[in-house]
């Protein structure tokens, strides 16, 4: 029979889990048959007495057990007793849960249901259909809560997984010792956004629960302080920027680089040189760029749905040309075009480097969509 361990992290919750492990051990576990079921409590060394009521409980229900440790954050608590649970106590499964009965404890079966599923992480989601705030909060901390949610969901483009900052979760022990090396610097919201986020980039399977978060009633929440609130922002943009230069945006950048220059360099000659209009020097100075841009994106940046017969080297390349001078024509062009009938021709500089800003967007866009397809 493989072993859950529900891992509660406090720091003076003394009030709350004399109360939650009750619930747990008499409202939950009886409901669960194919999991041996166990606590631990990560305490912080709490002043309030906290590990004297565990270690009280521990003698009522014998699987009960306690790791103490230094005050140093959400992140190195769950660390700390993920990696217990897993050593010491041979857990397969692990749940992170708060003391402060906001995270539903009868609820804990529906975990374990989708983990038999066969997936790797489960969330519990106050934000799909389902899922509830309370609705006692100020209209200020519902705005912070919803809205910092979405943030980070926008900025990793990452829509499936509704509650990104949640505590209540499980998974099993192969997530946690694949991850743990990239989680001991992080703290409070970054902690938990982190480590989906990881879980997310290597490939486990990932479920939500949804439930209604539940109102604390004893002690004080843990909000966040701004210290926290920047540290999290600090790495969801730090990470997806990371994640678009390592992948096949990062190799695109490259390629226009490339093209940039050739696209810029022709440009610059035939308005020199010729007595062309500076919209039509960008269009022909283009075609050389596109070229270029067809054929390096085609063996580097796409090369897992690269054209492998001459058939389909030539067909994606009438397509590159059609959508890339779409592209070329009515935005970079028509930027420049555009500067000329406001401005004047001086600025013709200027105009080049707006309008291939927009063409960019365009092209990553229409390549990785329609071009080069993925399967």
Sequence with gaps: MKKTVIIIP????????????????????????NYE?????????????????????????KNIQISAGEKKGLGAAYVRGMDFAINKMGADVVFEMDADLQHDPKIIPQFLTK???GYDMVIGTRYSSGGSIPEKWPIQRKIFSIAGNLLVKTIMMRFSVHDWTGGYRALKKEVFLKEKEELTEFKGYTFQVSF????????????EVPFNFGERNI?????????????????????????????????FL??????FIINATLYEVLVSTT???????????????????????????????KSKTVFSYFGKMAKFYLTSNVGVIMIQSGTIQLGDMLFGEELYRLYFVIGTAF????????YSKFIWRKK
């Design 219 to 251: 002690g004080d929440s843990k909000i966040a302080p701004m210290s926290y609130i920047a540290n999290l922002l600090y790495y969801v943009i730090s990470a997806r920027i990371i994640e678009l230069l390592n992948g096949s945006f990062g190799k």
């Design 275 to 305: 007595e062309m209009p500076i919209a039509l020097s960008n269009i022909v100075a283009a075609q050389f760029a596109i070229f270029s841009n067809y054929n390096l994106n085609n063996l580097w940046t796409f090369k897992k749905e």
């Design 37 to 61: 079921m166990e606590i631990l409590v990560a305490d912080d060394n709490s002043p309030d007495g906290t590990g004297d009521i565990v270690k009280k409980l521990a003698k009522e229900y």
């Design 196 to 207: 989906l986020h990881k879980a997310l980039r290597d490939g486990f399977k990932i479920a």
């Design 359 to 366: 063409l960019l967007v365009w092209n990553f866009s229409i």
């Design 115 to 117: 983990i038999d599923e």
């Design 254 to 259: 490259v390629v226009g680089g490339l093209g």
């Design 10 to 33: 406090t720091y003076n919750e003394k009030g709350n889990i004399e109360r939650i492990i009750p619930i747990i051990e008499k409202e939950a576990f009886p409901k669960i048959k």
